[in-house]
């Protein structure tokens, strides 16, 4: 599900999202995995950096099959369970003492594009795709929508997420939803390089101090305003437009919104 490797120093730490079968998407266990094993690092007075990346071509990649058949028959108890769990993920990565960075391999999109948007740097191959598809299977970027504020500026965040179009990693630097894009074959240096810079050369108390400054303003209602999101999260599951627009992603066929356009023009 996971794999964790110590190197190329012992301060520094590669969680890996190790579904490249399923392009890396997002499900309970993998969710659990990554939340679970990222307060146990942050935790280690060793570790003073943790890379996150994805196994394979994808960083991660779209929604989990498996988990969206399940959706469809879920109650709306199980539903918020579920967002509520990703939303603690989400708020893990961004109150972890030790910065996290994103290695974004490939396409990072929906829950796997907040996962970037919820590290503290994010460094991207050029040919990597980003972006918050969620409308167009009739869900609700609800959490994401909490972390983008602070990063984005209003136009580009409701480009992306009213959209829900993907975006190429130069126009993702643009924006700030990433830190740099960087040359196809080059990541693993560029990676390193900022792991390296501040693993050797920083304060671990320092920089855990300089994270809570940053997030200060909205630390206190980061975690109310997630539990919030899930919430709209879980209720959007179960609308008409959601449960079509998820019937349609999983036969292969077009949503009834586009069926409508098609039919009126």
């Known amino acids: 599900m996971i794999r964790t490797e110590r190197g190329p120093h012992p301060s520094i730490v590669t969680v890996t999202l190790d579904r490249p079968e399923k392009r890396n998407a997002l ?42 058949r399940t959706l469809r028959s879920a109650s ?9 769990l990703l939303a603690s993920l989400f708020e893990t990565l961004v109150r972890c003492p030790v910065p996290v960075i994103a290695r974004v391999n490939g396409p990072a999109v929906a829950g796997g594009c907040g996962l970037v948007s919820a590290c503290d740097l994010a460094y991207a191959e050029e040919s990597a795709r980003f972006g918050f598809t969620e409308v167009r299977i009739g869900f609700v970027p609800a959490m994401v929508s909490v972390l983008l504020r602070t990063r984005l500026r209003e136009a580009d965040l409701r480009d992306l997420l009213l959209t829900g179009r993907l975006v190429g990693a130069r126009e993702a630097e643009r924006m700030g939803l990433i830190t740099r894009c960087v040359e196809n074959g080059t990541l693993d240096d560029v990676v390193f390089e900022s792991a390296r810079r501040i693993a050797r050369d920083t304060s671990r108390e320092a920089v855990a101090r300089t994270k809570g400054l940053l997030m200060e303003e909205r630390a206190a209602d980061l975690g109310a305003s997630l539990r919030a999101a899930a919430a709209v999260n879980a209720s959007a599951r179960k609308t008409a437009d959601c449960m079509a627009g998820v019937d349609a992603f999983l036969s292969g066929t077009d949503g009834p919104w586009r069926v409508e356009w098609d039919r009126l023009g």
């Open 76 to 84: 709306r108890e199980e539903n918020e369970a579920d967002s509520l």
């Open 27 to 68: 499900n309970g266990d993998l969710v659990r995995a990554v939340r679970d094993q990222v307060l146990d690092l942050g935790a280690d007075a060793q570790v003073r950096v943790i890379v996150l990346t994805g196994e394979g071509s994808a960083f991660s990649a779209g929604a989990d099959l498996d988990a969206l």
